[in-house]
């Protein structure tokens, strides 16, 4: 497993499986295992490892920890930041145990998720950078969830800057399904918004993403190019941006428009690929069927946009 995974989730009774593995593999691993979840499941969780594992003896002997997220968090926080030197003795020497020099560690922490929840985003990044700083040496593994909510109302820099404070990303559950085509918000009648992680997964996501919100507006007939338009699009975004994206679709008088924004510097343009390329048509692809498109530098970012419309319109 990777040293520091950021796991977003969109279904809680799924998240309380995953910890229930995830603990379980540890302890079978002989590693010490901490479990640092929001107080809401404290309950849960433990009914779940009672009929799973003997949690009375890993706790005897030291090998399993179970904390509450909000009073451990009140530990070491300081006027709404986290204080490094509190965290180190009050929880970086509980999560170690006493024989870190030689026994791995494996952490579950939502911490971050409840600090990013309150608002207070600037403080989970930094919780983030000192879970790296502080553990970074050590044989250590930690995987930090966010719920998939916690997209909708954030900027797409403060997404991106915890995914690369990460080893790896791992996307919801329904990403694959389709069950999970985002983080919607709804901002207007005629205008729908998603935002997605820089993962591959999401491509196929966004794909699903516009073809239920052109079939909601009963506008089948563009369904096909507009697909390929904003698959198109998202796939620029995540491979040669490596950047989590919004996904944007509104109505426009005759047809719609298709726009993603990005954090990743530059713009796209279309080439002329060989025919032995796998790859490079993608904006000739975007420009043969919109009707109109460009691309638009923001100060933390792109947004790159196209406009379909109906034959004969």
């Keep these: 497993m990777d040293a520091h995974t950021v796991l977003y989730y969109d279904d809680d009774t799924r998240l309380l499986d995953l910890v229930g593995d995830f603990v379980g593999a540890g302890l079978d691993g002989g590693e010490r295992v901490v479990a640092i979840v929001r107080g809401s499941r404290l309950q849960p969780l433990e009914r779940l490892l009672h009929r799973r594992l003997d949690v009375a003896a890993a ?14 968090l009140d530990s070491f926080m300081v006027n709404g930041s986290p204080d490094l030197r509190r965290f180190a003795t009050s929880v970086a020497i509980q999560v170690t145990g006493p ?29 983030e950078r000192m879970w790296n700083d502080l553990f970074n040496p050590d044989p250590f593994t930690l995987m930090c969830p966010y719920p998939m909510s916690a997209l909708a109302g954030s900027s797409l820099l403060d997404i991106d800057r915890v995914c690369h404070l990460h080893t790896a990303v791992q996307p919801p559950a ?6 999970t085509v985002g983080s919607v918000s709804v901002d207007r009648p005629d205008v729908r918004t998603a935002v997605f992680l820089p993962l591959v997964e999401s491509v196929p996501a966004t794909r699903g993403f516009v073809a239920n919100v052109l079939g909601s507006w009963k506008l089948t007939e563009l369904q ?41 510097p530059g713009r796209p343009l279309p080439r002329s690929a060989a025919p032995h ?7 000739t692809i975007v420009s043969a069927l919109s009707v109109d498109w460009g691309c638009e530098q923001l100060t933390d970012g792109k947004f790159t946009w196209a406009e379909l419309e109906p034959a004969g319109a």
């Design 224 to 264: 096909w190019e507009a697909v390929l338009v904003a698959s198109e699009l998202a796939n620029n975004a995540v491979r040669h941006g490596a950047s989590p994206f919004r996904v944007l679709v509104s109505r426009t008088r005759r047809g719609i428009r298709i726009g993603i924004q990005d954090v990743a």
């Design 277 to 283: 390329e796998v790859d490079g048509r993608g904006m």
């Design 59 to 72: 706790r005897d002997s030291e090998q399993f920890l179970l904390l509450d997220a909000e009073g451990t």
């Design 99 to 127: 024989d870190s020099a030689v026994t791995p560690v494996r952490a579950f922490g939502e911490m971050v998720a409840v600090l990013w929840d309150e608002g207070n985003v600037t403080g989970a990044i930094e919780l």
């Design 174 to 179: 329904g990403y694959a399904s389709g069950a």
